[in-house]
């Protein structure tokens, strides 16, 4: 059995990745005939280029929301985020302040080619 401590001294999440957002876009895909979008996010770091999926699904209508909490994710921000397996996490600040972390789902990632 685990000790009440060892839940207690649990290591706060970290973000080692850092990249800048230079493009957005959708994706798409058709349930029962009907057309849904989820919002998608270029990362660039110093190493890779990542394709990140918003893991918002629409609940009514076409378009899920944008990620990023209360302030969206634009082109241009400077994204802080982890990666475990298939999936990049950042932390985001919610409307009523608390603090979380959003997931994205990594769509494709490049390995970026040095400058010549």
Same mark, same amino acid.
């Given at each position: ?70 302030? !969206? %994710?634009? #082109? ?5 985020? &982890?990666? =475990? ?17 959003? !997931? %994205?789902? #990594? ?5 970026? &080619?040095? =400058?010549?």
């Amino acid at each position: 059995m685990l000790s009440v401590t060892a839940f207690a001294n649990k290591e706060p999440k970290t973000y080692p990745e850092e990249g800048k957002s230079v493009a957005t876009g959708l994706t798409e895909w058709v349930v029962n005939s009907q057309h849904q979008h989820a919002h998608t996010y270029t990362v660039v770091t110093n190493a890779k280029s990542y394709l990140l999926e918003c893991g918002h699904k629409p609940l009514f209508g076409s378009m899920g929301e944008e990620c990023g909490g209360s302030k !969206k %994710l634009q #082109i241009g921000d400077v994204i802080h985020f &982890r990666i =475990d397996k298939n999936q990049a996490y950042i932390p985001i600040t919610k409307i009523d302040n608390s603090v979380a972390e959003e !997931k %994205l789902h #990594i769509l494709s990632t490049e390995t970026q &080619r040095p =400058d010549r």
